[in-house]
């Protein structure tokens, strides 16, 4: 496959959430028909309420998933592997739901930047070798390499993003924030790196555009900050007080293991193919530029603040 795709007139989005919502308004604007999975009639009726066609069907149900109408579809696979374990049983369930006569045009799959796992600081391309150390990690590198396999032995082109922390209008840590947790010390507060949910959104349809089999492409602004001055800024931001900040020794006796597993595994994500391959042109390159814009829309109602800090 050597020229550039266009984007499939049918497309199907497993894992329709906030990203997935975001990406379905950008495809409408092509005439696509889009579809979405749902696993309950509250979230088809959600989807519905965002032009988007419900495909009932339960990821942790292979039952549900015989009819899964992905023939000749874009599939967006955003779905989040579930909780426990090394392993993604909805990512194998999925490959085992699309047989020979299924098969879509091309998969476009959210991965997370936490498969390279602790780099000590050190710039990271797709070059690098991954290496998951938690098990939130590892069920991602396995999801990666079954949907992989999968698209070699079908033909089916396969293309992976791997993601940093997201970011934007309902993605800021404000329940954090306002419970006060500690953060850990700005001179010891390690490298962290982020992508707004819009810029992703756009990526993730350049891909389905313009990406190639096999290709796997690091989705960041490139600008790698640290988390205490991203906690910083959006305290600012939203007119709250700066959280306490501890040193590392009292940060592993007070937060929990999420938290400091992304202290404890550094990495600067190196965007470079991203913004070459794909040709994009980042609307909020920069924390700065990202935040200015959500504050823009503090004002409007039925704004949640309310988010993820994974990267």
């Known amino acids: 496959m050597n020229e550039e795709n266009k984007m499939s007139k049918n497309v199907l989005i497993i894992g329709c959430g906030d990203i997935g919502v975001r990406v379905a308004r950008l495809v409408q604007q092509t005439g696509s028909k889009i579809s979405g999975l749902a696993r309950s009639e509250g979230s088809a009726e959600r989807l519905r309420a965002f032009g988007i066609e419900p495909v009932m069907g339960n990821l942790d ?3 549900s ?42 998969v476009v799959y959210i991965s997370t930047s936490g498969v390279y796992g602790d780099c000590g600081g050190e710039w990271v391309t797709e070059e690098t070798a991954i290496n998951p150390q938690t098990s939130r990690a590892q069920r991602r590198a396995d999801a990666e390499a079954i949907l992989q396999e999968w698209g070699r032995v079908h033909d089916v082109p396969v293309v992976v993003l791997r993601v940093t922390g997201i970011y934007g ?14 953060i850990l010390r700005e001179e010891e507060s390690p490298p962290t790196n982020r992508i707004y949910a819009d810029d992703l959104a756009a990526v ?58 992304y202290l404890t595994e550094t990495r600067r994500m190196n965007n470079r193919k991203m913004v070459e391959q794909l040709g994009v042109t980042l609307m909020y390159p920069d924390i700065e530029s990202g935040l200015k814009n959500i504050a823009a829309q503090l004002d409007q109602p039925n704004m949640g603040y309310l988010g993820s800090v994974e990267h």
């Open 204 to 261: 993730c349809v350049r891909a389905a555009e313009k990406a190639m089999a096999g290709d796997i492409f690091n989705v960041s602004d490139g600008q790698p900050g640290t988390m205490t001055q991203f906690f910083n800024a959006v305290s600012d931001l939203l007119g709250l007080s700066r959280l306490p900040q501890v040193d590392m020794a009292e940060a592993k006796k007070v937060m929990n293991p999420m938290m400091l597993s």
């Open 65 to 106: 998933l015989t009819d899964l109408p992905t023939a000749g579809k874009l599939v967006f696979y955003f779905a989040s592997p579930p909780g426990g374990g090394p392993v993604d049983g909805r990512m194998r369930k999925f490959c085992q739901a699309v047989d020979s006569g299924q098969l879509p045009s091309k």
């Open 169 to 182: 209008p309902g993605r800021l840590p404000l329940a954090r924030i306002q419970q006060g947790h500690p």
């Open 61 to 63: 149900d292979a039952a």
